[in-house]
């Protein structure tokens, strides 16, 4: 009897010590530092999600962002799946933004396989943490010959999510030279607009339209447009 009252007690007093010593939930808060912590974690979260970013960067740049919000998932697969992705190069990514296109892309090729350059140091190091096996590059995309230095050879195909139609005109006019220059005979261009008609403006006559996919599920609906380098032979 004594024996079991003993053990009992034992353990008992175990258990109490182990509650006592046992790390607090998180979500129990007892005092208002607790609070003001989670308040301010909270906080700090919100205003580094992507939409907050990319809300930034609006207010800041309106004309280089072109869009109210980041295109939607559906815009992002269809721009991914619409890319003729070949077995060896690179793919490049201008206008990374928050990443949708990024992230839909990754589910066609290898990581090391994506390059992304982005403008804005704020999105391009939130690109930088997000895809840390991609290759990141901050920088302005009417220079992105030279960004890519040693990569800018085997660039097989470009992915744009640029607004060109609220980027400057001679901007747009450099960015679409760089892109000439990238691509040789057989690589393609995908750019999405919010224009639903007509062609992508500035395109020389050597980039023939191969597809055009109209998305409606998107804010601002989209089209996106491929189209393949074709020299006159
Ligand atoms: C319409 S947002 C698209 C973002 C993302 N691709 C998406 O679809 O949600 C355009 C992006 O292009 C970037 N951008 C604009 N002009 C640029 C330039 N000259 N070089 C590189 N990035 C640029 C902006 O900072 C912005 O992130």
New binding site residues.
Partial sequence: MRRKLIQAKTLVNDSVTRVLTARRPKNILSTSSDKDELHSTRTSRLMNSPMML?AR?IIQ?P?????A???SRH??QN?AKQVPILDSGYVL??????????QALLQHIPANRLIV????PN?ASYLHQRFPNSHVLE????Q?VKLLGDKAHQVQTIVS???FRS?PHS?VQQ?IRQVEILLKDGGTFTQ?TYDLRGKTEHLPAHFRRISTKFVWNNFPPARIDVYRVEHAK
């Fill in positions: 990319f960067e740049n004309r280089a962002m072109g869009a919000c980041p295109s815009l992002a721009m990514e201008l206008g990374g933004g928050t990443g949708t296109i990024t350059v982005e403008r804005a999105l920088g302005d995309a009417a992105v999510g640029l607004p980027l901007l960015i999405f």
